[in-house]
Nanobody, 114 residues
């Protein structure tokens, strides 16, 4: 059973930055594709970024050029650097394998507001 613990969210003004972290345990971390997902109120959860075992990355159009996903296999951790944040980035952010499997962590709330 994989356990996922996300952290790093918070309240930030438009144009600001945040760095999210996700520690995964209970799985062989390095061989999988990992992703960051988000769910805004009243909307479906969506994949915003993913990273392969060889660190190839892919981004949703809405975050391309602003968000950067990275991973540290030695720490079983995947990161999401978020720059130039917009109010529409407000959501609970989660990590999971891509495609997602199993249960989700508690997520971390990101609120972009002035």
């Amino acid at each position: 059973q994989v356990q996922l613990v996300e952290s790093g969210g918070g309240l930030v003004q438009p144009g600001g930055s945040l760095r999210l972290s996700c520690v995964a345990s209970g799985s062989i971390f390095s061989i999988y594709v990992w992703g960051w997902y988000r769910q805004a109120p009243g909307k479906q959860r969506e994949l915003v970024a993913s990273i392969t075992s060889r660190s190839s990355t892919n981004y949703a159009n809405s975050v391309k050029g602003r968000f950067t996903i990275s991973r540290d296999n030695a720490k079983n951790t995947v990161y999401l650097q978020m720059n130039s944040l917009k109010p529409e980035d407000t959501a609970v952010y989660y990590c999971n394998k891509a495609p997602a499997v199993g249960s989700w962590g508690q997520g971390t709330q990101v609120t972009v507001s002035s």
